[in-house]
């Protein structure tokens, strides 16, 4: 599910000078010095390009909930991601 979301935005967002990504990149939220591997990234920040393995400064966070781990994403990390000033 993560990957054919993560394909149609990249389709969607050609030419547009954004980047997606799909469970393989972290995002650093630097303001709690935290890491997170969601399941599909978007950035449109050219400060993201310089970073190899990370994004810090998503605009589109998507999270794949299931049984096993929608209690943390829904809670911890929706927190942790609202201090992302980016999205």
Same mark, same amino acid.
């Given at each position: 599910? @993560?990957? /054919?979301?993560?394909? @149609?935005?990249?389709? %969607?967002?050609? *030419?547009? *000078?954004?980047? &997606?990504? +799909?469970?393989? &990149?972290?995002? %650093? $939220?630097? +303001? $709690? /010095? &935290? ?5 599909? $990234?978007? &950035?449109? !920040?050219?400060?993201?390009? +310089?970073? /190899? /393995? ?12 299931? !049984? ?20």
């Amino acid at each position: 599910m @993560a990957v /054919n979301f993560a394909t @149609a935005l990249r389709t %969607h967002l050609r *030419g547009k *000078g954004c980047l &997606t990504f +799909a469970s393989d &990149t972290k995002v %650093h $939220i630097e +303001a $709690i /010095n &935290t890491y997170y591997y969601p399941d599909v $990234i978007v &950035t449109c !920040d050219e400060r993201d390009r +310089a970073f /190899n /393995n990370f994004v810090c400064y998503p605009c589109l966070i998507v999270e794949v909930l299931s !049984d096993t781990t929608k209690a943390f994403d829904r809670v911890d990390k929706f927190a942790d991601y609202r201090q992302l000033e980016s999205l």
